[in-house]
């Protein structure tokens, strides 16, 4: 039970007075200082106290530091954390913007790079068609070679038979003058023999000369089909020449063409070189950006090991304060003893005076 005049407002100004004085507001010493008072009643107002008092204070108090040195601590712990976070986040900002223009540097040469891949496409398709169209055209030489070869065989065969069919109007023409030297021959022999003869010479004259007709014929008949053959033979020759130089115009082309597909090559070549480039150092960057990272966290971690210490040495300083509260009611505890024997041995000290009295 508390006694009759101890409060709250008189702890609280006690304590406030021990700590104007550096030193550590107890049960002992609040009660030394209001010379009234239980244990129980003062620390239960001291607890009061010590719960409505800043943690630096409190802190200050229990290490006997001054509360200005703790604040300014503080306040430079605090200005640290600032300027590290501030710079992480501009290191931050900085990493993203570059991120960003790298990225977008990436997306137009990509961009470009898709370009160039449709432009060699068409290249290729149109060298794929100029190369049909060559193939084409060689498909149409080579028949019109073949063609030609045939028209060449067959023009050699009419000639050959040309040949043949004049070599057989020759030996007819032989066998006609020796028939009319045998009748020229034999009209001097006998006239009637001759007459005969004559009759069956003019027949058979009539009869060469009926083969004859039909021969000339077919040899004029030929000697105009060699002539259309010989036409023909010439327009095929036109019309390979006109395909040798649209072939040679389409190599040419397709020459033309292949440089092209070559440059454009080679200015892939380099775009993908530039984009090579900035891809290392978009990765530079990132590499930075997590170098950066690692030392926030590690700023971190460090303030959290420092929380912790902090903690722990606060934790550690409470025990301490505990024990010394301990140690200071057990102080108490004995001066009450020692006060206690004190009487006692007063006391036996007056009764063997007033024994040491009687007895004299």
């Keep these: 039970m508390s006694r009759n005049g101890i409060t709250y407002l008189d702890v609280a100004r006690c304590a406030e007075e021990i700590c104007a004085s550096h030193e550590d507001p107890t ?11 239980s244990n129980s009643t003062i620390g239960t107002h001291l607890r009061t106290w010590r719960a409505k008092q800043d943690p630096l204070r409190q802190l200050a108090t229990k290490e006997h530091l001054p509360e200005e040195l703790i604040m300014l601590l503080k306040g430079l712990w605090e200005r640290v954390m600032d300027q590290a976070d501030s710079q992480v986040e501009i290191i931050k900002n900085e990493t993203k913007q570059d991120l960003t223009q790298h990225k977008q540097r990436i997306q137009e040469l990509q961009q470009h790079n898709a370009r160039l891949q449709q432009s060699e496409a068409k290249l290729k398709q149109t060298c794929d068609g100029y190369a049909q169209e060559k193939m084409a055209l060689e498909q ?7 063609d030609i070869a045939a028209l060449q065989a067959k023009y050699d065969s009419l000639t050959q038979q040309l040949a043949d069919k004049q070599t057989r109007i020759e030996e007819l023409h032989k066998q006609n003058k020796q028939t009319q030297a045998n009748l020229e021959h034999y009209r001097a022999a006998s006239l009637e023999q001759r007459q005969q003869d004559q009759q069956r010479a003019e027949q058979r004259e009539r009869e060469l000369t009926q083969t004859l007709q039909p021969l000339k014929m077919e040899n004029e008949a030929l000697r105009q089909q060699k002539i259309g053959l010989q036409r023909s033979h010439d327009q095929l020759k036109s019309t390979q020449d006109n ?8 190599t040419l082309n397709n020459e033309k063409k292949l ?11 380099k775009t993908t070189a530039s984009e090579q480039h900035w891809q290392t150092q978009h990765d530079n960057l990132c590499i930075k950006w997590e170098d950066q990272m690692h030392i926030s966290v590690e700023l971190k971690t460090q303030n959290a090991i420092l929380s912790q210490q902090m903690a722990a040495m606060k934790t550690e300083l409470d025990h301490i304060a505990e024990q010394k509260k301990g140690l200071a009611h057990d102080k108490w505890m004995l001066g009450q003893e020692k006060a206690q024997l ?3 041995v ?9 024994e040491h009295r009687k007895s004299a």
Excluded: D, N, P, Y
Aim: no cysteine.
């Design 140 to 146: 149409i030489i080579s028949k019109s070679k073949a």
């Design 27 to 37: 049960i002992e010493r609040i009660r030394f200082r209001l010379k009234t008072g």
């Design 243 to 250: 395909l040798q130089v649209q072939l040679q115009q389409m």
């Design 346 to 354: 007063k006391q036996l000290q007056s009764i063997l005076t007033h």
């Design 259 to 269: 440089t092209e597909l070559m440059e454009v090559h080679a200015s892939l070549a």
């Design 342 to 344: 004190a009487g006692q």
